[in-house]
């Protein structure tokens, strides 16, 4: 994977440093700020990942003609943000699970996460412009959740919620003097957003629907089988939706629609549009596996037997 494989060296570098930082923290912080950071590493199995955070500032070093050492501090602030952004949205999602220290540790991150962008905007204020820009954008994404139907009304509001990777995109480009390329980065950078956004619906549904959350798949369900607003689809209704109708096939055709619209920044940033391609083809096969499967039903009890046991 060439996005991931010629950056696993920097990764590494980058959270040694950001444990190295969080290890400074105060009791009792310091030990739930590193409990907690392990839980993203990039290189270590069973983590969740979000690639997109770490390695951003990386997929733009070659065009920005920055510093290896520049990059990777970007990435441990993004690494921070990530953090911060995280423990915030647990407490909104569920504040009847907050644990005592969660808020505390959220603000010592947020500080240490300021820290670093306001020194790799080099005293630039533009930084505190694009703060506010994709803080605003994360804020009314949250906000909205119980009340925007976001796939259909606003879609690239989906991936705002990780509004703040793209401070990596303003800070670098700054530096680089290339600010007129922000625009294109920060809208292909959303569309990113938005289909990992749709990967994770598709994962998700069962707990989002349990929950009451907002869930793009859930809704194309909702809206196709026009079930009424007073009540969301019953799980059996999304199953039988997504073996019967195809629906996930409608996440995986908006992934597309949205590499269609990367092509632009292929040059720029190959390596978030190899990202991206990696994602694409993940919806693209999850459907065309449950296409096939449908098939092989269809076709009679024999063909399917064969195919899981020859």
Avoid at 91 to 111: F, G, N, R, S, Y
Avoid at 171 to 185: F, N, Q, T, V, Y
Avoid at 240 to 269: C, F, P, V, W, Y
Wanted: hydrophobic share 40%.
């Amino acid at each position: 994977m060439n996005w991931l494989n010629p950056y696993e060296q920097e990764l590494s570098l980058a959270f040694t440093e950001a444990e190295s930082i969080l290890a400074d923290f105060p009791d009792p912080f310091r030990k739930h700020a590193l409990n907690y950071l392990d839980k993203f590493h990039a290189l270590k199995e069973d983590r969740s990942k979000n690639y997109i955070c770490y390695l951003l500032p990386f997929w733009l070093q070659a065009k920005a003609g920055i510093l290896p050492e520049v990059s990777r501090r970007f990435a441990v602030a993004n690494i921070f943000g990530m953090m911060y952004y995280h423990l915030v949205d647990a407490c909104m999602d569920e504040p009847e699970k907050v644990m005592p220290h969660q808020l505390p540790l959220a603000e010592l991150i947020h500080l240490e996460f300021i820290k670093l962008y306001s020194g790799c905007f080099s005293g630039n204020p533009l930084f505190w412009t694009y703060y506010k820009k994709y803080a605003s954008q994360w804020a009314r994404a949250v906000s909205s959740e119980t009340t925007s139907d976001f796939y259909y009304e606003d879609p690239i509001s989906m991936g705002h919620k990780a509004a703040q990777v793209k401070l990596a995109i303003a800070g670098i480009m700054s530096l680089a003097d290339l600010e007129a390329e922000i625009p294109r980065l920060e809208q292909a950078v959303d569309h990113v957003l938005v289909t990992l956004q749709l990967l994770d619906d598709w994962k998700d549904w069962e707990k989002d629907l349990s929950e009451g959350s907002y869930n793009a798949l859930v809704s194309i369900v909702q809206t196709e089988l026009q079930i009424p607003n007073n009540r969301r689809p019953e799980p059996e209704e999304i199953k039988h939706a997504i073996t019967m109708q195809g629906t996930l096939s409608r996440l995986a055709e908006h992934a597309h629609r949205n590499h269609e619209k990367l092509s632009d920044i292929r040059d720029l940033a190959p390596g978030l549009y190899e990202f991206h391609d990696f994602l694409r083809s993940n919806l693209e096969e999850g459907a065309r596996e449950i296409e096939a499967k449908v098939a092989l039903l269809q076709g009679g009890g024999l063909g399917y037997w064969l195919s899981k046991n020859m």
